[in-house]
Nanobody, 120 residues
Framework: VQLQAFGGGLVQAGGSLRLSCTAS????????MGWARQAPGKQRELVAA???????EYTDSMKGRLTISRDNAKNTVYLQMNSLKPEDTAVYYC???????????????WGKGTLVTVSS
């Protein structure tokens, strides 16, 4: 599955951005999808995920500031980010993964990322 994230950019602290990720394939509605970020010098971190059934989960560090959603008709998953902080600066990637009882797990199916820069 090919994934393409876009919507990143430069935003001031306290601002908002909405990222989008489009996926190839005719069965997008059955995909479990996630968003992760990678800051310079740091490991990639999963920040949000949504199951095919609409269940969601978020990383504690960004909980309350993120909303993940999906539009199956458009093969697109979104990540709404509010109250952004300089430490949120990173490349954000979308992922097609899976869902177990413990929640989302990423797979190697990553798209090209989109850079989010938050200025102070």
């Amino acid at each position: 599955v090919q994934l393409q994230a876009f919507g990143g950019g430069l935003v001031q602290a306290g601002g908002s951005l909405r990222l989008s990720c489009t996926a190839s394939g005719s069965t997008f509605g059955s995909y479990d999808m996630g968003w992760a970020r990678q800051a310079p010098g740091k490991q990639r971190e999963l920040v949000a995920a949504i199951s095919s059934g609409g269940a969601t989960e978020y990383t504690d560090s960004m909980k309350g500031r993120l909303t993940i959603s999906r539009d199956n008709a458009k093969n697109t998953v979104y990540l709404q980010m509010n109250s952004l902080k300089p430490e949120d600066t990173a490349v954000y990637y979308c992922n097609k993964g899976g869902w177990r009882l413990r929640g989302y797990y990423p797979t190697a199916n990553w798209g090209k990322g989109t850079l989010v820069t938050v200025s102070s």
